[in-house]
């Protein structure tokens, strides 16, 4: 059985950083390209950063420069470090194994201006 736990998310005022994990079990980590995605309220959910089995990154333009996702297969943990936080980062942040359809239950970020 999959899982994919989050955990960091918290309250932050804007220009803050916050460091989110995803700690995965029942999958070779290692072998699938992951994601961090999120979801605002009212709005649908979106991929923010993707990093491939061999670490090569891609981020949607909204969070380019501010937010690094990075993977540890030794631990088989995904991180996403957000810096520069603005309050149209708050979400419920998710972590996703997309070419499985597998996603956690998310954690909430809050970016107050």
């Known amino acids: 059985q999959v899982h994919l736990v989050e955990s960091g998310g918290g309250w932050v005022q804007a220009g803050g950083s916050l460091r989110l994990s995803c700690a995965t079990s029942?999958?070779?980590?290692?072998?699938?390209?992951m994601a961090w995605g999120r979801q605002a309220p009212g709005k649908q959910r979106e991929l923010v950063a993707q990093?491939?089995?061999?670490?090569?990154?891609n981020y949607t333009d909204s969070v380019q420069g501010r937010f690094t996702i990075s993977r540890d297969n030794k631990y088989s943990r995904l991180y996403l470090q957000m810096t520069s936080l603005r309050p149209e980062d708050t979400a419920v942040y998710y972590c996703?194994?997309?070419?499985?359809?597998?996603w956690g239950r998310g954690t909430q970020v809050t970016v107050a201006s």
């Open positions: 996703n194994v997309p070419s499985r359809g597998f």
């Open positions: 029942g999958i070779n980590f290692k072998l699938y390209r």
């Open positions: 990093i491939t089995s061999d670490g090569t990154t």
